[in-house]
């Protein structure tokens, strides 16, 4: 279905190539995932499989596609439309109309079918997805999930051969995410839909991957998923423990790995060490807060001291961004007090308190206006009214803390998503705070980047910063917090910390605490820093079978 | 194809001459009614320009459709409309003081960046989204877009003109002063258009056997005592908004213009 | 009443009745009958123009002064404004104000119709009165309207966004912060949305519509043309040239828009009242035209001096019949 040789592209300004000699082939029906870090030309080779690339990327091309028999460079994107469908990670941003049935309409109007046909099309595609409900709804206020199956429903409209999406799920929240994976898995399952996505975060996506593209640097290696999982650079909690453990085959689902667990003996847990407890830096006492008539917060405290790291979970609309806002200052509170240090905050304003309580909202972008990194910075402290003298100086050691002093020039825009925010933290730090405040942080990053701030944040609670994250993300809660926090329609429901909180929730528990269940552990790393050599119950016999790989590059 | 080839230049040319007609009309309105014995013949001068209007409009935004519209260009006029029409918004809600409306920057900026196609139609639609978004789809309406179409247009022109030169001040300070000379040029012809649906001035003060000039003279005073202060507040609005926010939306838009070149050729 | 045809046929019948005459008893008639209509089905809006309509009613005592202050014609003077004032120097006279209110009542009418409108026609509805030959333009504005309420959530973040930073907006410069990434925001949006539009096979047009722009070039030329006929000769030797300059405009579009090759996906249903609707219309714009009535009343010039206005209850009567869709309004779903 999806034929490369020796495909070699590079944009027009790049220096380097952005896809190096890459061949691979995948059959009809099958679904396919392509993994690497940011940059490494994931979605280059997805908009070359329907002509976005080079047709509205310019620059130069060598080699040969062919996807469902066409030429994409000879047929352009509008020929391929036919063939390829395509779904891009922000819902958002590929809506033509605002609501969802003439959306899925939108692609037929031109495409030369009459009208009872295109009645008919619509139809279809609203059952395929199950959308029927919603067919009269305004697109903007579905959820997340919604919207993204609204999106591949539109792709779907034109009866493509082959559905390509560019992380269709790093925007999504873990249920929503769940939801679309699902729905792509049933297309799969049931139509015999060729799939192919391209996705960093494959806790959730690997069970569904028969073939497993690993690419990096513009070269891509192809294979079957359970044999390429093992090499990852950035592998879920799941592969990780089983390739030290030296399962075989590698389980992709905690169903499979139960069956290996099971065999292996891990030494209990040690109990929570209880952490003296540290100067409060930030104490929400008893706040309520309202949008409109309806309340989202409900009389919530958190106490968040120096050189801690408190996550704060649940589910979406449960109140956890607001009370980030309500610290802030941005969500006006109704009743209780906010505390920074000791002294009552509630009347500060929203400038001064951001001075020393640094907040990371969801999206950077939104602060982003200068012309270069640098500017972005001194903006801040011009906000401030930092002496001009101390200005430079300042910027710099800021820049060099989070590593992105050689981009002090560069255009924020230009950056990626984690330089993008690594450049919003420099702004929002660059005065001192006492406290940070991050929302989400760990939407739309990639494996080594999701690494290098946990690492960031770890050295901020060493200098004694009070740190409060806002996640949906198990994983990286579980390895960085001290202390988790639950809300659910506006109030605390679980308080404790990560051991007691998140090894035996169902919803908020990591894939370790799945795999174990009842030995306490969470994390991979803690897992492997204390197994015992008895543990390891499998030897080298069934190892696997040497692997034949394709590797072009 | 011959004809096809030539017919950009048609358009504009004979648009140029048929609104400047149009423009001129309630001026010649006197000498048409002095061959005529009725009254009743001078109400239908608005219909008659109108519909000359709207004509115009059709053809321009034909000619700019089929000759610049693709799925880049759609998706970037859409969106740049969309703000457009927020801040149309705004300003509906919260009038600013005179005849300011930030409206007209963005046009400008776009047609100054992305060409004379590009801006009229940026101006055209403008007035047509924001008047559908907030209710104000009106009488009026067709005369707004071919006045802000025409903005756009210009901005176009004098993007091209000035574009060449290396000096950004220098770029940013012609964009100003168009952009002040706009506010004034915008006030006069939306006022010469709508008089006739209230209550034409210069008909009122015609008498026979006055002269154009004399009814041009007069128009000239009346314009200053009525409408040159509140346009005078929209042309120094116009320029501060352009010294303002100029540089930052050139800069923001000729970084868009580079990604999306392979699409704009107007 | 449901399709949007019936209401824009509503509104070319009062515009139509309301330019047909400067009796100001007739003037009357039909505002009230719009405002009948108006206030018949009150709807929810949050329009800040639509809710705030009352402002419209200025127009009569704004235009009855502007003209007294400009006219010297009349023979019933109210008072004399010293001569050394420029232009509005001289005596107003109750002519001058009444030929002004006279005009600020068509104008009232005209404005009054066109916000009912605006009250019931939603976008999507003014979009499908757009020729198929424009489809392009039609998606560049759906678009627009789709991302209005995106770009206002937006203007919220940001504002939040900048606020955290210490921001505080104070002179015009300082809201670059904020509309700068507002309009960044908006480009890279824009460069997704058109991926994703031509990867759902959205293109240029097929073939550019030249002999349609031709003809509406040549349409424009004729009915200038006709207009500028009568300064040499006669009015209704400019319809020579205007009527065939419409024709071909009209002709040309109904044939391009068969040759489009964009085809509908929402198409609304004509309801028995639409149809109603749509008949009425007609019946409002005709009725003063029946052979039978002394069109005369019809004008009214209140110069040198002021009289009373005529009535004929034919007339009147057709003025009346405006208010109609007061009363198909209520029964909407048949």
């Known amino acids: 279905m999806i034929e490369l040789q020796h495909v070699t592209f590079t944009y027009p300004d790049g220096r380097a190539p952005a896809l190096n000699d890459v061949s691979l082939v995948l059959a009809p029906g099958g679904m396919s995932v392509i993994t690497g870090p940011s940059g490494c030309g994931k979605s280059t080779l997805l908009r070359c499989l329907n002509g976005l690339v080079p047709h509205y990327s310019g620059g130069h091309m060598s080699g040969r596609i062919r996807v469902a028999g066409q030429d994409p460079i000879a047929e352009s994107p509008h020929g391929m439309a036919r063939h390829v469908g395509m779904v891009q990670q922000d819902p958002e941003a590929q809506f033509v109309m605002d609501v969802v049935e003439d959306e899925i309409a939108f692609a037929l109007e031109t495409s030369g079918l009459s009208r009872s046909a295109m009645r008919m099309r619509v139809e279809e595609t609203l059952d395929l997805l199950q959308l029927v409900p919603l067919r009269r709804r305004q697109v903007l206020t579905l959820s997340g999930g919604e919207k993204q199956k609204v999106v591949i429903a539109a792709a779907l409209a034109l009866r493509p051969d082959v559905l390509i999406l560019d992380e269709p799920t790093s925007q999504l929240d873990p249920q929503s995410a769940e939801t679309v994976l699902t729905a792509l898995a049933g297309l799969n399952n049931d139509l015999g839909l060729t799939i192919l996505l391209s996705e960093h975060r494959l806790d959730r996506v690997l069970q569904f991957a028969d073939t497993l593209i690993v690419m990096r640097a513009g070269a891509a290696i192809t294979g079957p998923t359970a044999q390429l999982a093992g090499t990852l650079a950035h592998p879920p909690p799941i592969i990780q423990i089983a390739t030290a453990m030296g399962w075989s085959p590698l389980p992709l689902t905690i169903k499979r790995g139960r069956a290996h667990s099971e065999r292996t003996r891990l030494a209990p847990a040690p109990a929570a060490r209880a952490k003296a407890p540290a100067r409060p830096i930030l104490e929400v006492i008893g706040v309520t807060a309202s949008h409109g008539t309806n309340r989202v917060l409900n009389h919530v405290s958190l106490i968040a001291g120096a050189g801690e790291l408190t996550a704060l979970m649940g589910r979406n609309g449960s109140g956890k961004s607001t009370l980030l806002r309500s610290i802030v200052g941005l969500q006006k509170v109704q009743h209780g007090s906010i505390r920074m240090a000791g002294h009552d905050i509630s009347r500060m304003p929203v400038a001064e308190r951001c001075r020393h309580i640094a907040y990371l909202p969801q999206d950077p972008n939104a602060m982003l206006f200068a012309p270069t990194v640098r500017d972005e910075v001194a903006a801040t402290l011009r906000n401030h009214q930092v002496p001009v003298t101390e200005e430079r100086g300042l910027i710099t050691r800021m820049l060099e803390t989070l590593g992105i002093d050689h981009l002090a020039n560069a255009y924020p825009r230009d950056l990626s998503t984690g330089e993008r925010q690594r450049v919003a933290l420099a702004a929002i730090l660059v005065t001192n705070p006492i406290a940070l405040l991050l929302d989400e942080p760990t939407r739309g990053l990639d494996g080594s980047a999701k690494h290098a701030l946990g690492t960031y944040l770890i050295s901020c609670q060493a200098r004694g910063l009070a740190i409060v994250l806002v996640t949906h993300d198990t994983e990286f809660a579980a390895e960085l917090a001290d202390r988790v926090i639950v809300l659910a329609s506006g109030e605390v429901i679980a308080d404790g910390s990560p051991h007691d909180v998140l090894a035996h929730s169902p919803v908020f528990s990591t894939q370790v605490a799945k795999l174990f269940p009842g030995s306490g552990w969470l994390t991979a790393t803690q897992v492997l820093a204390t197994r015992q050599p008895a543990s390891q119950t499998l030897s080298a016999e069934n190892q696997t079978d040497a692997v034949n790989l394709t590797h072009n590059g | ?266 | 009443m449901r399709h949007p045809l019936g209401w824009v046929a509503w509104l070319a019948a009062c515009s139509a009745s309301v330019w047909r005459t400067r009796n100001p008893l007739y003037l009357i008639l039909a505002v009230l009958a719009i405002v009948l209509v108006r206030n018949s089905s009150k709807t929810e809006s949050d329009n800040p123009s639509v809710s705030s309509w009352r402002w419209i009613f200025a127009m009569v005592p704004i235009s009855a002064l502007f003209n007294a202050l400009w006219t010297r014609v009349g023979d019933t003077r109210l008072f004399v404004l010293p001569d050394w004032l420029p232009l509005v120097g001289g005596a107003i006279t109750l002519e001058a104000l009444t030929y002004g209110a006279q005009n600020g009542l068509v104008l009232l009418a005209l404005l009054l119709a066109f916000s009912v409108v605006n009250q019931h026609l939603s976008i999507h509805d003014w979009i499908s009165f757009v020729p198929r030959v424009f489809h392009q333009l039609a998606v560049v504005v759906t678009i627009a309207v789709t991302y209005v309420p995106l770009s206002i959530r937006e203007i919220h973040v940001i504002r939040d966004a900048q606020t955290i930073r210490g921001h505080q907006p104070r002179g015009a410069r300082d809201w670059v912060p904020l509309f700068v990434p507002l309009l960044t925001g908006a480009l890279e949006r824009a460069l997704t949305l058109s991926e994703s539009m031509a990867a759902r096979g959205f293109a240029a047009p097929v073939k550019p519509s030249w002999s349609l722009q031709g003809s509406v070039i040549a349409g424009a030329a004729l009915i200038c043309l006709g207009g500028l006929t009568p300064m040499l000769s006669n009015q209704i030797h400019g319809l020579i040239f205007i009527l065939p300059g419409i024709a071909l405009v009209v002709i040309a579009l109904l044939f391009s828009e068969r040759r489009s090759g964009v085809v509908r996906y929402e198409v609304q249903h004509l309801w028995r009242m639409d149809m109603l609707a749509l008949f009425l219309s007609v019946v409002v714009v005709l009725l003063p035209m029946a052979p039978w009535l002394d069109s005369r009343s019809l004008v009214y010039y209140p110069y040198p001096v002021l009289t009373a206005p005529a009535f004929d209850p034919w007339f009147g009567g057709g003025m009346m019949l405006i208010a109609f869709p007061a009363f198909l309004a209520k029964r909407s779903h048949i």
């Open chain 2, 1 to 266: 194809m011959f004809w096809p080839k030539y017919l950009s230049t048609t358009t504009y040319s004979v648009i140029s001459i048929v609104g400047l007609f149009a423009f001129l009309l309630p001026f010649l309105q006197p000498q048409i009614q002095l061959t005529e014995s009725g009254i009743g013949h001078t109400q239908d001068a608005p219909i008659f320009t109108i519909t000359l209007v709207f004509l115009c409009l059709m053809a321009m935004l034909l000619d700019a459709q089929s000759n610049m519209l693709n799925a880049k260009t759609v998706a970037l006029l859409g969106v740049l409309l969309s703000i457009n029409t927020v801040i149309r918004f705004v300003e509906v809600a919260i009038p600013g003081p005179g005849g300011v409306t930030p409206v007209f920057f963005l046009i400008m900026v776009a047609g100054f960046v992305f060409g004379p196609r590009f801006g009229m139609l940026m101006g055209c639609l403008s007035l047509l989204t924001s008047a559908f978004v907030t209710g104000g789809v009106g009488p009026w309406l067709p005369f707004q877009m071919f006045t802000a179409g025409w903005m756009g247009l210009s901005a176009g022109l004098l993007g091209r003109a000035v574009r060449r030169q290396e000096n950004k001040r220098l770029q940013l300070v012609a964009l100003v002063v168009f952009a002040a000379l706009w506010g004034f040029l915008y006030g006069a012809i939306m006022n010469v258009w709508f008089w006739p649906f209230a209550d034409n001035p210069i008909q009122q003060s015609w008498r026979p056997g006055m002269s154009l000039g004399e009814v041009i003279d007069h128009y000239l005073l009346f314009y200053s005592l009525t409408s040159l202060t509140w346009d005078a507040f929209g042309a120094a609005g116009n320029g501060a908004l352009m010294v303002a926010f100029g540089g930052a939306a050139i800069g923001v838009l000729d970084r868009a213009h580079k990604r999306f070149e392979f699409a704009i050729q107007s």
